[in-house]
């Protein structure tokens, strides 16, 4: 339906056969990642969304400093995550294209 | 009627702004080839840097730059910290399914994201086309309809109200109809660049004054904090399960909003996602989250509870603009950021509603057959459409587009977005399962929002408005696919791109 014959006669790109159809096996940590940003949620919204002007957490008021941790590790999972599906995307793509050649 | 030289120039503004995207417009026409895929997903072939513009300017738009400030001062803090709860599940699939996404965009060419959803349901073509098609138009028009607000509230407050809200709405309307008809996605995408620039600057100004102004971040955060609106803004007022079903529910939705989806299907290889992905989120970081943090407080720190009077609370914003630099060359650089991004979602928006309509329900829902020659005319005839329809959200509206997005738009997108993204894995979902998975959550979120329980969050247990019909639609496609006969090998091959 939706597959072209052009495509079916010249085969996929590399990198569409090197994205693999199921999740790769590390790739289930993010599920365990998803428990720990549970508890990040709770932590700031049951502890630091609060109007307590005389407290406050790395010179900040608590309501800030919570938005700003929750900032932080969205950014530097960002990061991460990039690095690593950068490096184990183009290491499965020259496999592939090593593959084809052989 | 006088006006002002000040409104003239803010109108001036608009206009060559639009200008140049026009001609952004002509370009994308010039380079637009024939075909839906070409006009739609512009064939495929954008680079990493141009996915980065356009997967920045899906999201960094008038709802994180104006909406999410002004929310914080007219609803609460909270509000604002449930927006940076969202990223982290979104950030951290992101890349997960994104690949998946433009994997499969790539193997079978889709143009819609209804294409993957009926490919993967893989029975019930027409009636699902027709289904998912009204499923999107609901969510998407009342989207168009919440950006129109800001966009043309954020001037109209910038001209003190001398030239009305209604006439900027109007200009807004007239212009983004003009330039996409003309260059489909190239043209948004171009645009989309254009706009990302313009807000880069703007925003930078923005940092650079405030921070002149208030003399730091800890500064400005207590002088917010210690305000007479301070005790009624930050607290908490939603239960613990609101936040944590925005993390799960909300965030993990918007990994399958369909104008992003359209954008993986036009990236040019792998890199273009994993680098335009990267790029993006770490935009948001300034977009989503140091711009409304920074002006939100300064909302708060500078009118406390004494708030200008506005025609809607999203010009709450440029009014503070005014205050705090006067009129001059920045503010109308500022304008013209506000200006950028206020428009970079409702054009990719009208482009999708289109696509949707004229392949999705005209096409193969309906079967009517339009002819490749008349093709353009259709289009063009589905934006203008779309557009004035969006318009009856804008024009009268009783709510701050924040909570209007949370409160009707996403639930519906959530309910597309889940059984999708679990059939983009689960290869035993059939098309039994599938196509009631969609029409129960669809029923049920209309039902719960307007039938059983019409005050937000419309639900007893505190919990997003998307969560029980979006539980109810998985629920939907587990029992039913279990209980039916799993789908053929052959087609789940096909589909996956495991057959060779």
């Not at chain 1, 010179?59 to 938005?67: E, I, R």
């Not at chain 2, 966009?151 to 709405?169: D, S």
């Not at chain 2, 109809?177 to 254009?194: E, F, L, P, W």
């Not at chain 2, 944590?244 to 104008?259: K, R």
Request: charge should be neutral; glycine fraction near 8%.
């Amino acid at each position: 339906m939706f597959l072209t014959t052009s495509q079916e006669e010249l085969g996929n790109p590399p990198d569409v056969d090197a994205i693999p159809a199921n999740l790769m096996r590390w790739e289930y940590l993010l599920i365990a990642y998803l428990v720990f940003a549970s508890y990040l949620v709770w932590h700031v919204s049951e502890n630091l969304l609060v109007w307590e002007p005389g407290e406050s957490i790395w010179g900040l008021p608590k309501p800030v400093a919570g938005a700003l941790m929750i900032a932080l590790t969205w950014i530097i999972l960002n990061f991460m995550l990039f690095a690593v599906y950068y490096l184990v995307i183009t290491k499965r793509v020259k496999t592939v294209v090593w593959g084809r050649k052989e | 009627m006088n006006i002002s030289t000040w409104s003239l120039i803010v109108l001036s503004t608009l206009v060559t702004f639009f200008a140049f995207t026009l001609i952004a417009g002509y370009i994308g026409a010039k380079r637009t080839k024939k075909g839906l895929h070409e006009f739609y997903v512009a064939g495929g072939t954008l680079s990493a840097i141009t996915v980065m513009f356009t997967y920045m300017a899906t999201y960094m738009e008038a709802w994180e730059f104006v909406g999410m400030p002004t929310v914080i001062v007219s609803e609460g803090f909270e509000w604002w910290v449930i927006e940076m709860i969202f990223y982290l599940s979104f950030v951290a699939l992101f890349y997960l399914v994104g690949l998946r996404l433009y994997k499969l965009g790539k193997l079978h060419k889709y143009i819609t994201p209804t294409d993957i959803i009926v490919h993967r349901v893989g029975g019930f073509e027409r009636l699902l086309r027709i289904l998912i098609a009204l499923m999107i138009l609901y969510a998407t028009i009342i989207y168009i309809g919440m950006i129109y607000i800001p966009a043309a509230g954020v001037l109209a407050a910038a001209t003190g109200g001398e030239i009305p809200y209604h006439t900027f709405l109007a200009l807004y309307v007239i212009f983004i109809i003009i330039y996409i008809s003309a260059g489909g996605m190239r043209a948004v995408a171009y645009a989309d660049v254009m706009a990302g620039v313009t807000f880069i600057i703007a925003f930078l100004a923005m940092v650079y004054v405030t921070f002149t102004y208030w003399g730091g971040l800890d500064k400005l955060a207590w002088a917010a904090y210690t305000s007479d609106i301070a005790p009624e803004i930050f607290q908490k007022t939603q239960p613990f399960q609101y936040f944590w079903t925005m993390l799960i529910f909300y965030g993990i939705s918007w990994l399958f909003i369909p104008h992003l989806v359209v954008r993986f299907y036009a990236a040019k290889d792998y890199k273009g996602v994993i680098v335009g992905g990267m790029g993006s989120n770490a935009g948001f970081f300034l977009g989503a989250f140091v711009s409304p943090l920074l002006l939100g407080l300064s909302l708060a720190a500078y009118y406390g509870s004494n708030l200008p009077e506005v025609e809607v609370v999203e010009g709450y914003v440029p009014m503070l603009f005014m205050e705090l630099f006067g009129i001059g060359p920045l503010l109308i650089l500022i304008l013209l950021g506000l200006i950028a991004i206020t428009r970079s979602t409702i054009d990719s928006m009208l482009l999708l509603v289109s696509s949707i309509i004229d392949v999705d329900l005209i096409e193969r829902g309906l079967g009517i057959k339009v002819p490749e020659r008349s093709r353009r005319l259709v289009s063009t005839l589905v934006i203008i459409g779309v557009a004035l329809l969006s318009v009856t959200v804008a024009l009268a509206p009783e709510a701050p587009m924040v909570i209007i997005g949370f409160e009707l738009c996403w639930p519906a997108y959530s309910v597309i977005a889940w059984p999708t993204i679990i059939m983009l894995f689960w290869r035993r979902a059939n098309k039994y399962g599938g196509f009631a998975s969609y029409l129960a959550g669809f029923l049920s979120l209309l039902l719960f929002t307007y039938v059983i329980w019409p005050e937000a969050p419309h639900n007893p247990l505190g919990v997003w408005e998307g969560t029980l019909p979006t539980l109810i639609a998985l629920a939907m496609l587990i029992i039913v696919s279990l209980i039916t006969p799993p789908p053929p090998k052959e087609f789940v091959e096909k589909f996956y791109g495991l057959k060779k």
